[in-house]
């Protein structure tokens, strides 16, 4: 399409400000009817029926790490190795990284020489990534330092020389597969590093947030090493820690999260646990194993969620390629999967093209927040969230976003 | 009964052991029928109707603190002045009182100078109390201070000694009705003196777990008076944090949690808590308020309860009177609810009375779990949990440990 003038560019977003919009692609919430997939499950439990495959009561307190045919279904979803690496937690996996790095904060690891609250402690940030990893961090006091996202996952010769010259270094955060906002699944190669690398920390942590592993989106479907395996060949199982849940797979907010982990890994959690909880909702447990049965389940069920949020992908997709495509002012990721588009717009502009897209109605997620401390150095990322808006609205938001991007691009 | 010989009672206690019993009376779990009360529950929340009063979705992410009904009802049940002083959790109070010192530890209340894992921190235990609270302090380093507990709640007189001169004692534990495991409620004065007492520590907390307010066994029903409104008359509110939940009202597994507290905690307690979930179940919420409706609800509820526990401790009562009454040997409670008897044996025989018992095939408590440390100075205390065994089982059980109570008492 061919370039407007700045002041037909302003007269365009003059007319989309005057339409008083009020739209929203802020975060990664599913749809209506990608909640509407999992409501027969809220029919599978009913009070004639409420006991595990092995009989046990699902009502009363007890089984601190979920109950089996939970476990035996996160053992594939988190690809471990058996049930005993498996603890299955309440509704969030959020919940479980908070947790883990409290519990690292106010006790360390096993291997740790002294609480993380007592010494300095710094965690490499692949970015741009997920803002509440950058904000468990920030709010436990553990400097962020960040690292480049490339096409193959967190820029791992980075990666490698800081983890092995500074001891303080004790984390990463990783979201292996369609990363959050990038779509980018770390290569083998990534992972295999990522395993083996040499850690100058004893008790260094790869948070490993592998929460789209089913998210397909389209039929060229990434594969992920697997990580465990390939730490427990090099001896280094100890520093992997893989998260995973339902939370956009079944309901948003009445999912079942998981942590998957070597056994000594497991005991410690478990530890932790057993201070704060005599068990989780087993209630929902058996709703959800129910409902998915198994991993064949779960995967069979996520093709119903791309069929409704792929042709919202394209949507946007197909959009900033025919307004911005031959402009040059505006890159963005085609993903495979997961739930974020990432789109980079002229360096200095993001906060300006989320500020005019905000008055014009359309909410996008603060620019910055996919950076530490929400400090994008560049100013340029913008994460697009485009599985709750309806078609028309995601159709509407982009037309606007491209407007604003390519005034922004102008001004500048 | 008269007494019998030390030769009489060791053959009493070989009858008993040849039978190969296998009786728990350890924790203070609901029995099945208890549970199947609640069932209804289960057939409340289906495919067709999932959203909230007003209409909200609650399969989807959001709701931070929790749906404004199941906050209402809450509020009753917390007895603050407003939902505003409400934060609904997940399914465990426990997680509630655990992550409240968490964050204390790495971060402080808004009145502390510094983090309380930064700086000597104890906290005064009523004892025997519950092994629960005792775990989390010893689990955070913090320093636990033996407190009698008297007919009336905790002897107030050591407690405000201690407190006004000790500012490195910044909390006490206190599970004011039907206390765990006594069963006694706080007098008015107690409650009272708790809210206005002087402290040194300007961050003092009450940790007020209010576990078993409706939990009457008795048409005697013990009054609380009500700690939020005499620390606000007495400008002392920022130090009460109630806590409650379902978990032996519903489904002990399956339940709600709440904390309730002055507007500076809860905001306090909103920011940690936006750090670790988006959002606790609101599914399990709407099972919660449809089944229950309001406080009026609940307390109907309990009167079901009680009818099938009430004559479990009954039961053990009757047992101990017959056995034990005229042998100035022991003295138990006999509460006006809650979840326990709390047995006092001769000195030193505790721990013989919960081997004794354990070798016969009747779990116990263990001797002193009751008490920091689980050291009971006295080795004299034993908390009997009577809910869960069938009234046959807890017959059975209660003249076993009465014939344990008499020989260990009869070897000293």
Known sequence: MASLTKKELQKKYEEYKAQGLALDMTRGKPGVEQLDLSLPMLDLVTSKDYKTVAGADTRNYGGLDGIPEMKEIFKDFLEVSSTDE?????????????????????????????????????????????????????????????????????????????????????????????????????????????????????????????????????????????????????????????????????????????????????????????????????????????????????????????????????????????????KGIATWTNPNGGYFISLDVPKGCAKEVVRLAAEAGVKLTAAGATFPYKNDPKDENIRIAPTLPSMGEIKLATRVLAVCVQLAAAKK
């Open 86 to 326: 498996v603890i299955v937690g309440g509704n969030s996996s959020l919940t479980l990284m908070h947790d883990t790095i409290s519990h690292a904060v106010t006790h360390g690891f096993p291997e740790s020489k002294k609480p993380w609250g007592e010494q300095k402690v710094k965690f490499l940030c692949p970015s741009p990534g997920y803002d509440r990893h950058f904000s468990i961090c920030e709010h436990f006091g553990i400097e962020m330092v960040t690292v480049p996202m490339t096409s193959k996952g967190p820029d791992m010769d980075v990666v490698e020389k800081l983890v092995a010259e500074d001891k303080s270094i004790k984390g990463i955060w990783v979201v292996p597969k369609y990363s959050n906002p990038t779509g980018i699944t770390c290569s083998k190669k990534t992972v295999k590093r990522l395993a083996t690398m040499k850690t100058a920390a004893k008790d260094f942590r790869i948070m490993y947030d592998n929460a789209y592993t089913v998210h397909h989106l389209s039929k060229e479907q990434d594969e992920l090493a697997n990580i465990l395996e390939l730490a427990k060949e090099a001896g280094t199982e100890n520093r992997v820690l893989i998260f995973g849940s339902f939370s956009k797979i079944s309901f948003a907010g009445a999912g079942v999260a998981a942590m998957g982990a070597a056994k000594v890994n497991i005991d410690w959690m478990k530890g932790h646990l057993s201070m704060s909880t005599i068990g989780p909702d087993k209630l929902n447990q058996i709703r959800h194993t129910r409902f998915f049965k198994d991993m064949k389940g779960v995967e069979k069920h996520m093709k119903k969620h791309a069929k409704i949020i792929a042709p919202k992908f394209e949507a946007v997709i197909e959009i900033l390629e025919k307004e911005l495509g031959d």
